[in-house]
């Protein structure tokens, strides 16, 4: 044994070109590598968009680096640049194959990934570094240059490299570091509803006219709000027969989304939690695949095609069929496609949300906040407003089963293992304080005159959704109303954010909220001009114009209002059944889902922020992730290194 280790000792300081090599101190007490995944949210094309997050999140969470962002861009949105260099189509569609700076990938399975290698720690004075790169193919990778500089290379997926560097001293010696890289690649679904998707917080907002566009209503009577930037079109009501308003530019000038028919958008908390923990773990590269939609039920939607929620212009109304493809379908497709590059390949995670939908939520909302008159009578006779009652027979005789289908439609996704799928619940939308309902009114809710919460209706809806609804999802979601196999069927369950959202319900207004939000939006329903003629060229009473209005900008209401929605998204209702699709532009059905169906009653992207937060953690621990405080990065392996050094090649 005595000989064996003087062999062994003898071998580590064989010389290179004659120069002595020294071993490898511990990490941490001198030079030492370190490296990390370049780019490694593979859902961005380019690393800048990547580090600018990076930036963004160094310090209090996904909350924190929201309101960074926010004020970075003057409360216009990050969104709006990053939505043209995405790994998708203009429809959403994910690529097959993307241009990620400057590298042709498979996006769902590539093979290798870039990553930077970089010296850390104290290096002693040297005449430069001789580094290889070996992950067992036979063929090392060499490059030679400053020891003080960051060596790029692309690394296979999810197998060992060793990385050896030569410090090569000026006394002539070389001192060897050696360490073990492994890049894991994660799988990660987006699925559910319009939480899920993140309806409510376009990537790029609409563009706001300081004009007025006029909307007839129901029994007659018109008013005007302000309309689309850039639309030359007709803006009064006095429209011949014979003339399309839909032609022209209007569609032009519509938000921008990730997904246009499925309202998906980056400020989605499922987004956000992918991008967190590609943030926080560099050796980690996160693949991201986005399938929220918004409307979707467990049954249409998930299960089975839905309607398109909208086909706006420019670019993706030639891809938008009026159908959306089912979340299970598409997401089998697309595992399909990877199992042929590795054939065991299942999900590492999904983030789930859904079944708020089901359960006829919007109809309790429009239940809620539409006065009675010609517009809640058209609505109710149409299905669309629904009462506590309905939803609770839903909830007791129709979710649990539905809520089965989609327990057993994802188990083979993810290895029969449903604890890989996050379930992240609802934040109560319309609580002014713990326990506390909003008072009701037309706070938030005038930009449509027949627009007004009901305070005992909606009393009523918040105390379902507080006692009844989210007890129920989460029974459902961690098995507490009894599975077949608890142990492989019980998700993991976020509801940490709930606390939170009690005190930033759609009725919260702070002193720090923007200039426009307290001087605009008035408590008691007089933001807009009530005259026609003074409205028709400045619709707004507080004297600001309505471009003013900041989407992204913080403030107290994690929820969006029906203003918030009409100011943010204002979208044509392209989603609803032909029965009840407007005539043309001036329509008062038009008028009245212009208010709502860009995501009124969803959260604002600080509420996704503050959801993503909550569900980081419980992310870690399904995917067996160190917290960023317990975080390694670099691994040295132990010596001794019994075989000498190769003259490394001086070409990258």
Known sequence: MRSLFVVGFLLVFLTWGGQAVHAQPAAGAGPHIEWEVKNRFRLFRNEVDFQRHVAAMRSGGVLAAERRLARETDGHGWARDMIERLCVDRAGKLLELCDRDGERESYLAPHDHRVGVTLAGTLPANEGCAWSFDDGDGHPRQVSGPCDEEVKARLVSNRPTI?????????????????????RHALIAGMGDSIAAGEGNPDRAVRLSDQGFCFKRFGGGEYYRPGRAGFSGNKSCATMANEDTRAGDWAQQSARWLSGPCHRSLYSYQMRTALALAIENSHLAVTFIPLGCSGATINAGFLNNQRARECPSPGTGAA???????????????????????????????????????????GLIANVMIEPGSERSLLHRHGIIATVDDAQKVLDRELPGNFAKARAALKPLVGGNLSRVVYVSYGNPALAGPNTPCAGGRDGFDVHPAFAADGE????????????????????ARCEDGCRDPSAERMSFVDLHQA????????????????????????????????????????????????????????????????????????????????????????????????????????????????????LPVARQALGLPGPDTLVSSEPLPLPNLLPPQLPSSGR
């Open 500 to 615: 939170a959202f009690a005190s930033h319900g759609a009725c919260a207004r702070g002193a720090d909220d923007p200039a426009f939000d307290r001087e605009c939006f008035s408590g008691t329903g007089e933001t807009f001009e009530s005259s026609l003629t003074k409205a028709a060229t400045d619709p707004m009473t507080c004297g600001y114009p309505a471009s003013e209005f900041r989407p992204y900008a913080s403030r107290a209401r994690w929820i969006r209002t029906a203003n918030d929605s009409y100011f943010t998204a204002m979208t044509y209702p392209e989603g609803l059944p032909s029965v009840l699709q407007p005539s043309d532009l001036h329509d008062a059905l038009w008028g009245l889902f212009a208010a709502v169906y860009g995501g009124a009653v969803h959260p604002t992207a600080e509420g996704h922020a503050a959801m993503a937060d909550a569900a």
């Open 320 to 362: 938008c069929s009026g159908t959306v493809r089912a979340q299970i379908a598409e997401l089998t497709e697309l595992l399909a496609a990877t199992r042929r590059h590795q054939a065991d390949r299942s999900l590492d995670l999904v983030l789930l949300t859904i079944g708020a939908n089901d359960i006829f939520f919007s």
């Open 457 to 476: 209706r909606l009393r009523q809806t918040v105390n379902f959704v507080s006692q009844k609804f989210l007890p129920g999802i989460r029974a459902l």
């Open 163 to 183: 990385a050896s560097v030569d410090i090569i001293l000026t006394d002539g010696t070389a001192l060897r570091l050696v360490s073990e890289i492994v890049v």
